[in-house]
């Protein structure tokens, strides 16, 4: 079983930076992708970022070049450093991590969420 504990959301002023970070727990084993969902009020959980054991990274149109994803393996941790930030990026931000640790076999874990408010 995985567990992810995220940290680091917050309220910011339009143009601010926040930090999130997202631990997991647990055997994730080595074929895995981590990433942020978010999730606005009353919207769907759309996809922000994603970034692959193999190295492959993909980012939502909306964050690119203001969003970067980062992962570190040894502390099977995932980074989502947010700059310029803009009221629509408001919203509950979810990690989530997908395991596959034999062909046909996919697993996936989401964290609690964490509240990103940005607001002047």
């Known amino acids: 079983q995985v567990q992810l504990v995220e940290s680091g959301g917050g309220s910011v002023q339009p143009g601010g930076s926040l930090r999130l970070s997202c631990a997991a727990s647990g055997s994730i084993f080595n074929s895995n992708t981590m990433g942020w969902y978010r999730q606005a009020p009353g919207k769907q959980r759309d996809l922000v970022a994603t970034t692959t054991s193999g190295g492959g990274i993909n980012y939502a149109d909306s964050v690119k070049g203001r969003f970067t994803i980062s992962r570190d393996n040894a502390k099977n941790t995932v980074y989502l450093q947010m700059n310029s930030l803009k009221p629509e990026d408001t919203g509950v931000y979810y990690c989530?991590?997908?395991?596959?640790?034999?062909?046909?076999?996919?697993?996936?874990?989401w964290g609690q969420g964490t509240q990103v408010t940005v607001s002047s």
């Open positions: 989530k991590v997908r395991t596959t640790p034999r062909i046909g076999q996919v697993y996936d874990y």
